[in-house]
């Protein structure tokens, strides 16, 4: 069987439908998952890349949640917008503090949005 004789390439099937039979996320949030992967794993030591050369952290700061929040940089061309280190900020920040101090971030993230 071929690619395109999969079955689900049929009329009245859209790409939508076809992720969600067969379980898969969007390469949006494929892309969002690894980048926040990167993010855990720079905050957390497990790479060669340091945290500081891509990301700003708020020191001592008292907001809500974890205390690894980070700052977005203020971009004046789009380049620089959807560039990682300013992609990756407001998802980050909004996760909670069990995700960002876990001891390691496999089971958070194995889990989809379909399970």
């Known amino acids: 069987m071929g690619f395109g ?3 689900l390439g049929e009329m009245g099937h ?12 969007s390469l ?3 892309r969002n998952r690894l980048d926040l992967t990167e993010v855990y794993k720079m905050m957390h030591g497990y ?14 700061s008292c907001t809500r949640g974890h205390g690894m929040k980070m ?6 061309t ?3 917008l959807y560039f990682f ?10 996760l ?14 194995a889990r989809g949005p379909h399970s």
């Open 14 to 25: 859209n790409h939508e439908a076809r992720l969600a039979t067969l379980r898969l996320w």
């Open 47 to 60: 790479t060669d890349v340091p945290v500081s050369t891509l990301l700003d952290i708020t020191a001592g």
């Open 71 to 76: 700052v977005k940089c203020h971009c004046h």
């Open 96 to 109: 909670s503090h069990n995700i960002v101090s876990a001891p390691w971030c496999r089971p958070a993230i």
């Open 78 to 80: 789009d380049l620089r």
């Open 5 to 7: 004789e999969t079955g």
């Open 28 to 30: 949006e949030e494929r």
């Open 85 to 94: 280190s300013n992609r990756v900020v407001s998802r980050w920040n909004t």
